[in-house]
Nanobody
Framework: QVQLVESGGGSVQAGGSLNLSCAAS????????LGWFRQAPGNKREAVAS??????????ADSVKGRFAISRDNAKNTLYLYLQMNSLKPEDTSMYYC??????????????????WGQGTQVTVSS
């Protein structure tokens, strides 16, 4: 059974940092792509960052380039996905979700291509 569990969200002031984590169990590290998405009320879910199977290829939304860093740890039984978020802005306020796709090798950005989703973790940035 596949399960994705996010943690690390919270409330910070603008300019602050947060580190999101996602534990993905039930997946094979050698063929699973991972990504972070966010969705604010009334908005579409958008890709924030994604990472290929081996971590060699990454994608960042223009709005977060230079501030966010995605990484992964391909442990034996559980995959770990991280998102280090620095220099946070009020516009980064959103629910953040991690996502996984099986039988994949590259960094992908379309939400429709991911098979599994976590429940989300709220990030709130105040000015």
């Amino acid at each position: 059974q596949v399960q994705l569990v996010e943690s690390g969200g919270g409330s910070v002031q603008a300019g602050g940092s947060l580190n999101l984590s996602c534990a993905a169990s039930g997946l094979t590290s050698g063929s699973t792509c991972l990504g972070w998405f966010r969705q604010a009320p009334g908005n579409k879910r958008e890709a924030v960052a994604s990472i290929s199977t081996g971590g060699g290829s990454t994608y960042y939304a223009d709005s977060v380039k230079g501030r966010f860093a995605i990484s992964r740890d391909n442990a034996k039984n559980t995959l770990y996905l991280y998102l280090q978020m620095n220099s946070l802005k009020p516009e980064d306020t959103s629910m953040y979700y991690c996502a996984a796709r099986r039988l994949c090798s590259v960094a992908i950005t379309s939400p429709s291509l991911y098979n599994y989703w976590g429940q989300g973790t709220q990030v709130t940035v105040s000015s």
